[in-house]
C-alpha cells in the first residue's frame, strides 16, 4: 500500500499541482529554447562550458540544480503536506537501506561487467582516460551529488507524483503510465537524443515503467533508488562520451559513431524483466496484477486497514 501512504499527510489538489507546475514549466522552457537554438548550437555550447569550467565543473553545474530541488521537494512535502519523507519513500516502518544497496551493489555490479566485456570485445570503440588525479576529483563529486539527482527524480516521479495521482485516479496504473511517459519525455533535451533520434525516448520510457512497477511491487522507493543511482554513478565513472548528458574524466572514452539499434530494446525487453524476477524472487512478491493495475484505497478503507 505504497499509494495510500499519501493519506499520512493532507492531499488538497493545489498542494500537488504548483511543484510539478514548476517543474515541468521550467523543462519546457528549456526544451522550447534548446529548439530555438537547434542541436548544432547546443553542442557548441556544452563544449564551450566544459572548455571554461573543465569536466568537474560542468558535471556540479549540471547536479547542482537537482540537489536543490531535492531539498525544497522534502520541505514542500514536509511542511506543506504534513506528511513525513518515510512515508513518502516507503510503506515500510522506517526506509530499508538493505533494499538501497541490494540494487545499488547488483546493477552497480553489472553496469561494470558489461562496460568492460565490450571494451574487451571492441576495443577500437574505446580510448583508455584514466587519470589518478582527475579520476579522484569525479569520483568525490559524483558520489556526492549524483544520488542526489538520481533521488530527487525518484522522490518527484515515483513518490510525490505517483501518490499524488493515485489517490486522486483511485487506481494503481494511471499514475504508472503517466509517471513512466512524464519521466521518459523529461531527457528529451539529453545530447542522446539529438544524436540517436527520438527512437531512444523508448528506452528513456521503459526505464520509467520498469522503475516504477519496482516501485509498486516492492510497496516503496528503496529498490528504485539504488537502481537509479547505480545506474548514473557507475555510467559516470566507467565510461563517457563528448554526446552524452554525463561528460566526465572517466576511466574509458567511447569514440565510437553513435547509432540507433536493438541494443536499446534490450534492456527494456530482456534485462529489466530478469532484473524483475531477481527482485521478485529475493522479496517474495506475489500478487502482481493487482499490486501494478489495482485500485487505491479510499482513505476511510485504508483507515480501517490500517487500524
Request: charged residues 15%.
Amino acid at each position: 500500500m505504497y499509494i495510500e501512504q499519501a493519506y499520512k499527510g493532507k492531499q488538497e489538489l493545489w498542494k500537488y499541482l504548483i511543484i510539478p507546475g514548476l517543474f515541468f514549466g521550467y523543462i519546457a522552457l528549456n526544451f522550447a529554447l534548446m529548439l530555438l537554438m537547434g542541436d548544432t548550437d547546443t553542442e557548441q555550447m556544452i563544449a564551450q562550458m566544459i572548455e571554461e569550467n573543465g569536466e568537474i565543473n560542468f558535471l556540479i553545474i549540471m547536479l547542482l540544480p537537482f540537489a536543490v530541488a531535492l531539498g525544497l521537494l522534502f520541505l514542500w512535502v514536509r511542511f506543506i503536506h504534513y506528511q513525513s519523507i518515510t512515508s513518502l519513500t516507503t510503506s515500510r516502518p522506517k526506509i530499508d537501506w538493505s533494499r538501497i544497496f541490494f540494487a545499488f551493489f547488483l546493477w552497480g555490479g553489472i553496469t561494470t561487467f558489461f562496460v568492460f566485456l565490450d571494451y574487451k570485445m571492441s576495443p577500437e570503440n574505446y580510448e583508455w582516460n584514466f587519470d589518478l588525479a582527475r579520476f579522484t576529483k569525479l569520483a568525490v563529486v559524483a558520489i556526492l551529488l549524483i544520488p542526489l539527482q538520481t533521488s530527487f527524480e525518484e522522490y518527484f516521479f515515483r513518490g510525490y507524483l505517483m501518490q499524488g495521482i493515485g489517490v486522486y485516479s483511485g487506481n494503481r496504473w494511471l499514475p504508472l503510465v503517466l509517471t513512466s511517459l512524464l519521466f521518459g519525455l523529461l531527457h528529451i533535451g539529453n545530447p542522446e537524443v539529438g544524436k540517436l533520434g527520438y527512437g531512444i525516448m523508448l528506452y528513456y520510457i521503459g526505464t520509467g515503467f520498469f522503475l516504477g512497477i519496482l516501485t509498486l511491487m516492492d510497496k516503496g522507493l528503496e529498490l528504485a533508488l539504488g537502481f537509479h543511482a547505480a545506474n548514473n554513478l557507475f555510467t559516470a565513472l566507467l565510461v563517457t562520451a563528448n554526446w552524452t548528458a554525463f561528460q566526465t574524466p572517466s576511466v574509458l572514452r567511447d569514440v565510437s559513431e553513435p547509432s540507433m539499434g536493438f541494443d536499446v530494446l534490450i534492456p527494456i525487453f530482456v534485462v529489466f524483466p530478469i532484473l524483475l524476477w531477481i527482485f521478485g524472487k529475493r522479496y517474495k512478491w506475489t500478487n502482481w496484477k493487482e499490486r501494478i493495475s489495482g485500485k487505491v484505497l479510499k482513505e476511510e478503507q485504508w483507515k480501517e486497514v490500517v487500524s
